[in-house]
Nanobody, 120 residues
Framework: QVLLVESGGRLVQPGDSLRLSCQAS??????VGWFRQAPGKEREFVAG????????NYADSVKGRFTISKDNAENTMYLQMVSLKPEDTAVYYCAASSFRSLSARSYQYWGRGTQVTVSS
């Protein structure tokens, strides 16, 4: 079993930065993905990283603006977001998978999500 707890979401203005955290506990994880889901839209892949090695993947829509990283001491995966846009507004979830995947269906464990709202 893997427990994932997200935090850090809040209301920000366009152009602001925000860092989301995903604290993990439980069994060994291979890959962690950040997903987001806006109202009326499907859940989409944002960024992912292998737990042990620094192998990362990003959606085209966030490349150059979002960075995924890991704090080994805290067992926490971060999503640093800069130059936020209104279209980044969504509930952001972290999820764990036993293999690298960009599809939400491949993930066995999910956090409850944290709301990010980008609005002036």
């Amino acid at each position: 079993q893997v427990l994932l707890v997200e935090s850090g979401g809040r209301l920000v203005q366009p152009g602001d930065s925000l860092r989301l955290s995903c604290q993990a506990s439980g069994r060994t994880i291979y890959y962690v993905g950040w997903f987001r889901q806006a109202p009326g839209k499907e859940r989409e892949f944002v960024a992912g990283r292998t737990w042990s090695a620094n192998i990362t993947n990003y959606a085209d829509s966030v490349k150059g603006r979002f960075t995924i990283s890991k704090d080994n001491a805290e067992n926490t995966m971060y999503l640093q977001m800069v130059s936020l846009k209104p279209e980044d507004t969504a509930v952001y979830y972290c999820a764990a998978s036993s293999f690298r995947s960009l599809s939400a269906r491949s993930y066995q464990y999910w956090g409850r999500g944290t709301q990010v709202t980008v609005s002036s």
